[in-house]
Nanobody
Framework: QVQVVESGGGLVQPGGSLSLSCTAT??????????MGWYRQVPGKQREFVAR??????????TYAGGVRGRFTINRPKGKNTMYLRMDSLNVDDTAVYYC???????????WGQGVLVTVSE
């Protein structure tokens, strides 16, 4: 099992910045966290992908949804199971509950955090 805990979030004005963090804690030492990412969801809509950082044999790979590319930056320090999402130039459409998503081996298995609310408003 993997416990996923998010932090950050809150209220920010349009054009502002905010950072989220996510820490994954494995219950057993042989569990490997190979990808960490963020999804977001607004009431009445499906959860959507935001960004992911994955550890591949060829190296680290980052992926962004089109609507956040260039504004959001995902980062996972080497060797750490903590991941950060820096969000710049926020707009009202970024308002959502943001969920941390973790993929682990052996499996692969996926785990979710409880979500943190990001509100972009005047």
């Amino acid at each position: 099992q993997v416990q996923v805990v998010e932090s950050g979030g809150g209220l920010v004005q349009p054009g502002g910045s905010l950072s989220l963090s996510c820490t994954a804690t494995a219950s057993e030492s042989d569990i490997s966290i190979y990808a960490m990412g963020w999804y977001r969801q607004v009431p009445g809509k499906q959860r959507e992908f935001v960004a992911r950082v994955a550890s591949l044999p060829s190296g680290e790979s980052t992926t962004y949804a089109g609507g956040v590319r260039g504004r959001f930056t995902i980062n996972r320090p080497k060797g750490k199971n903590t991941m950060y999402l820096r969000m710049d130039s926020l707009n009202v459409d970024d308002t959502a509950v943001y969920y941390c998503h973790v993929l682990s081996n052996p499996g692969p298995l996926e785990f979710w955090g409880q979500g943190v609310l990001v509100t972009v408003s005047e």
